[in-house]
């Protein structure tokens, strides 16, 4: 009887966490993290997640039941907010996605209904919720409600999209919603794209990105230069090449990242110009990207790659 006591305890300190933690913010700079999702560690491999297993969806534990409508909506919100604040913490953002993975998987109908068909909190709310759940029917929903008039509806359905949806799926809508006025819808357009667009040469997806990265808001330009990289569309290399001497270390890290993702030797010379980046977080991506494009390490000073770059 230990362990479903101790697992009990666990979730009940993580509701009264989410609990306090009530909001229906949607600016994000990711999800994943477009910088850390590759170098985090995986929280299987971690003791601490061994030694306490997810709970069943099945089972639908007394934890993820609540006796009102606004009580679910309520513990939903704050159980959202919780996870992107403990994201820096793999363990505990791990539980608190299993937490909302658990809530959402048990109050699935109720949910979708109002996604479609509810107040704008609850709407907004559901919309980040569908992203923690892989049910087929979730995805048409959140295409659905990109059309939704409240941008933190769209906002959180786009966030979703990058994490349960399928190619092609609101691919035209994402696209639109580039040029959108809110830039938290454009940031998470960005990132959405990432995932809806098919790889490889992205026709129509490609131009938009690249037009992105010279978007007013830094998390947009971010998310564009890490779109670009997923899509594998090589005809963004000198545009990337260009986004690493922008003002923000976050969209010059992402888009070394790309370029060393997209593995064209034309992206050398501006990366070997990035090694000694003021910021070290660039500095480490330029040096990734290099190895990954010329399958050496000629190490973190620049001076040691110019044999590399007149070959």
């Not at 992203?131 to 990109?146: H, I, Q």
């Not at 007013?216 to 779109?227: G, I, K, L, M, W």
């Not at 060393?260 to 500095?283: E, H, M, Q």
């Amino acid at each position: 009887m230990r362990q479903p006591v101790l697992r009990s305890l666990a979730l009940a300190s993580l509701m009264a966490l989410a609990a306090s933690c009530v909001t229906t913010e949607t600016r994000t700079t990711g999800l994943p993290d477009p910088l850390d999702a590759a170098e985090r560690k995986p929280v299987e491999d971690s003791e601490a997640a061994k030694s306490e297993a997810p709970v069943p969806k099945e089972e639908a534990p007394d934890e993820y039941r609540f006796k009102t409508e606004n009580e679910l909506f309520v513990r939903l919100d704050g159980a959202l907010k919780a996870h992107r604040e403990m994201l820096d913490d793999p363990v505990k953002a791990q539980k608190l996605e299993e937490l909302i993975t658990g809530i959402t998987h048990t109050n699935l109908s109720t949910i979708l209904t109002q996604v479609a068909d509810g107040s704008e909190r609850n709407r907004t709310i559901a919309a980040a919720a569908l992203g923690y759940e892989t049910d087929p029917v979730v995805e048409p929903a959140l295409v659905k409600a990109l059309d939704d008039v409240a941008p933190g509806v769209v906002s959180n359905a786009l966030r979703s999209l990058a994490r349960v949806g399928e190619e092609g799926q609101g691919l035209d809508q994402a696209i639109a919603l580039l040029r959108h006025e809110d830039s938290a819808i454009r940031s998470n357009a960005a990132l959405a794209l990432a995932k809806l667009t098919p790889k490889g040469p992205a026709g129509p997806v490609t131009e938009p990105l690249i037009v992105a990265l010279l978007d007013e808001d830094p998390v947009t330009r971010a998310n564009a230069a890490f779109a670009l990289g997923e899509i594998g569309d090589t005809d963004a290399v000198g545009h990337l090449a260009q986004a690493l001497s922008d003002d923000m270390p976050r969209v010059r890290a992402l888009a070394a990242q790309s370029l060393g993702k997209l593995g064209d030797p034309g992206a050398t010379r501006a990366l070997v110009g990035r090694l000694g980046d003021p910021n070290s977080l660039v500095r480490d991506r330029a040096r990734k990207a290099l190895i990954a494009i010329t399958k050496r390490d000629l190490g973190p000073d620049p001076s040691d790659w110019s044999p590399e770059l007149r070959q």
